[in-house]
Structure formats: structure tokens, C-alpha cells
């Protein structure tokens, strides 16, 4: 299959939570970490969320550094949810922003393609969108290096299809407990033969934090 190189950023607790019970976030892991953070999304051609966390968080997806390129940020929106009024369609001008959505719902995105959004109506199978399809879209559009982002459900989605080749974890000294929103969705794994293995190549302290780089096992 014709894709990208594909990263997984993960910025958790100690036992692997992004938010809180109530969704409070902000923030988990130190600035020093999520100034490293912003330079991972600089070395990857694209970078990727979903739909909930487009919605949710209402991100800008930039690196927020100066001199350095964005890189192209796309989102998986079976249900086609980006509203016209946030952050990325109302900047898809400055930077470029691709959706991926149900073919069902190709003529609801006229009025984000005039703001310069660019729609792609993909195949749709019981799990979602068919990643693969998608993945090769962007590499025939030039992105060769694709950093997941978020949430937990598109992370699973990726993890289980085996198609996540390096991890960035970001951990902080924190427990935020079973009630916490996980990093990482619900996977159904029947045994532990099916489950994605990584090794781990570094890792290093990032003030209060740890930031472990681990890479599939193939």
C-alpha cells in the first residue's frame, strides 16, 4: 500500500489519561513538553485528528513557531461535523486543511470547499472510514510523513490496523485515575498474538516529564 510514514503523539498521565472525568486538560504534561510537541508537527509533511477533538477543542493545528512550515492538517470526519465557523476552515487559506468524510455526505461540504477546504468523500465500513483509502490519498497528494494527533478513538483506529510505525509519548508525574478519558480508544483485541508491539529507541526527561520515542516491532 502507497502511504505515509505514520507517528502516533501521545501527552498523557502516568496511567495513560488525557483529560479528566469532567474534560479538563489543560494542562497535563509541562510547557517544555508541549513546546516539543509543536516541533514534532514541523517534521511531518501532515497531521491528523478527529472529528471530536476538531469539534471539542476547536485546535489550530499550527506549530506556532516562528519561521517553520505547517504542515498540512487533516481531519476524519465520518459525519462531517467541522463547522464553518472554526478555527481550521476559518484558516484553511493560510494553511491547507483536507477532510475525510462518508461518501454520503459529499453534497454537505459545498460551503467548506468555497472557503477553501478540500472535501474528500471516502468509502465507509462498519468500523469508520477506510483508513487505507485515505492514507493513500495523501500520499498522492505528497504527504509522505502524517503525525496522528488525537483523539482516542482515531488512535485505536490506526493501532489496531497496524499502521502506526513510530509513538511520541509525553508522560507527566500525574495519576489521574480510572474515570479518566483514555488516550487510546477501545481496541477488542481477543489475544495478546493481535496486539501492535513497539520497542523502545529513547528516552529522555523533559522537565517534569518523561518523553519516550518507541518504534514498531515488525
Not at 9 to 27: E, H, M, V, Y
Request: with cysteine; aromatic share 6%; glycine share 8%.
Amino acid at each position: 500500500m502507497n502511504r505515509p510514514f505514520i507517528s502516533l503523539k501521545l501527552a498523557t498521565s502516568l496511567d495513560g489519561k488525557i483529560a479528566l472525568a469532567n474534560g479538563q486538560s489543560k494542562w497535563i504534561t509541562s510547557e517544555v513538553s508541549r513546546a516539543k510537541g509543536r516541533e514534532l508537527r514541523a517534521e511531518h509533511d501532515g497531521i491528523c485528528i478527529g472529528s471530536n477533538t476538531a469539534v471539542l477543542d476547536n485546535p489550530q493545528l499550527t506549530t506556532r513557531i516562528e519561521g517553520q512550515n505547517n504542515p498540512m492538517r487533516i481531519i476524519f470526519d465520518s459525519r462531517l461535523r467541522l463547522s464553518a465557523g472554526s478555527i481550521l476552515a476559518q484558516t484553511a487559506g493560510e494553511v491547507p486543511v483536507i477532510v475525510f468524510c462518508n461518501q454520503a455526505l459529499k453534497t454537505g461540504s459545498n460551503l467548506l470547499k468555497s472557503m477553501g477546504v478540500r472535501v474528500f468523500a471516502v468509502p465507509h465500513h462498519s468500523e469508520g472510514l477506510d483508513l487505507n483509502y485515505c492514507l493513500n490519498v495523501l500520499a498522492d497528494i505528497g504527504v509522505s510523513s502524517l503525525l496522528v494527533e488525537g483523539g482516542g478513538t482515531l488512535a485505536a483506529s490506526f493501532l489496531k490496523a497496524d499502521l502506526i510505525d513510530r509513538i511520541h509519548w509525553f508522560r507527566a508525574p500525574v495519576i489521574l485515575g480510572g474515570d479518566g478519558l483514555n488516550c487510546i480508544g477501545d481496541m477488542a483485541f481477543m489475544s495478546l498474538d493481535n496486539t501492535p508491539r513497539y520497542a523502545r529507541k529513547s528516552l529522555e526527561i523533559v522537565e517534569t516529564d518523561s518523553y519516550e520515542i518507541l518504534e514498531r516491532v515488525n
